[in-house]
């Protein structure tokens, strides 16, 4: 078997319009939204009684195609989790995306009321900054130089 590039990733959250507003800001567009519920799907997940939105994000002039899916659950209640902020924690720890100018990308965040989580970092040939997410998933933005 041999990967060949990211498809899409997934991620659960409380707010559908912050999270749909948050990545909008980094060039994302959304293409569809469903509601995904019934037996099939919920014994897939294995989340009994599912009922949730699910939002689909395309990154816009993305070659491959890129998405990220946003899961609104209806049922089971989610909360959302500060403890995810911290990435001293086995499982998921970021998600990064390339930009051409780190700097501009900041100042552009910052003017949208996205909080910026770090400094610039240079290390392996690139500027690093880490920004929130929506329900405290870390975002890195990265500038290779």
């Avoid at 919920?42 to 899961?71: G, S, W």
């Amino acid at each position: 078997m041999v990967v060949k590039n990211p498809d899409h990733v997934t991620i659960a959250v409380t707010d559908v319009k912050s999270s749909v507003n948050f990545f909008k800001l980094l060039g994302f567009e959304l293409i569809k939204n469903n509601i995904i519920s019934g037996e099939e799907v919920a014994n897939y997940m294995m989340i009994p009684n599912l009922n949730a939105d699910h939002l689909t994000m395309v990154l816009k002039e993305c070659e491959p195609r890129f998405e990220i899916q946003l899961l609104h659950f209806q049922d089971p209640k989610i909360k959302s989790d500060p403890g995810l902020a911290n990435l001293a924690r086995p499982g998921y720890n970021h998600l990064c995306f390339r930009v051409d100018n780190i700097e501009l990308s900041i100042k552009y965040l910052k003017k949208n009321g996205i909080r910026i989580r770090s400094n610039i970092l240079e290390y392996l040939n690139r500027k690093l900054v880490y920004i929130d997410g929506p329900d405290y998933i870390t975002v890195e933005l990265s500038e290779w130089i």
